[in-house]
């Protein structure tokens, strides 16, 4: 039988703080019996997990499903706002 390994790659980052808040986050992670990378990578994703929202659902109904659906195969032609919005895009970031 075969065994199957998943290797995970990693990578560093570097942090540069005073000594005071060193010692305070080491205490904080030795309190929950953590090395201090385990301490801050759980801080900095738990963190993470709030700033980045859920994806929403929103539900319509038949009528506004079909005026939806109808924009998306049918748009209506570029007016000059659009046209000006995409033509400065493309100055900045190129064409796509």
């Known amino acids: 039988m075969m065994?199957?390994?998943?290797?995970?790659k990693s990578t560093r980052v570097t942090l540069t703080l005073s000594?005071?808040?060193?010692?305070?986050?080491?205490k904080a992670a030795a309190?929950?019996?953590l090395t201090l990378s385990e301490y801050?990578?759980?801080?900095?994703?738990d963190a993470a997990t709030e700033e980045i929202p859920e994806p929403e659902?929103?539900?319509?109904?038949?009528?506004d499903w079909e005026i939806?659906?109808?924009a998306l195969l049918n748009p209506p032609a570029?007016?000059?706002?659009?046209?000006?919005?995409?033509?400065e895009h493309q100055e900045e970031y190129g064409n796509w």
Do not use: G
């Open 68 to 70: 939806f659906s109808s």
């Open 31 to 33: 309190m929950r019996c």
């Open 40 to 45: 801050l990578l759980q801080l900095a994703l």
């Open 78 to 87: 570029a007016n000059e706002a659009l046209k000006a919005a995409i033509k």
């Open 3 to 8: 065994s199957t390994q998943t290797q995970t």
């Open 19 to 26: 000594q005071e808040h060193k010692q305070k986050l080491d």
């Open 57 to 63: 659902s929103i539900v319509l109904s038949e009528r």
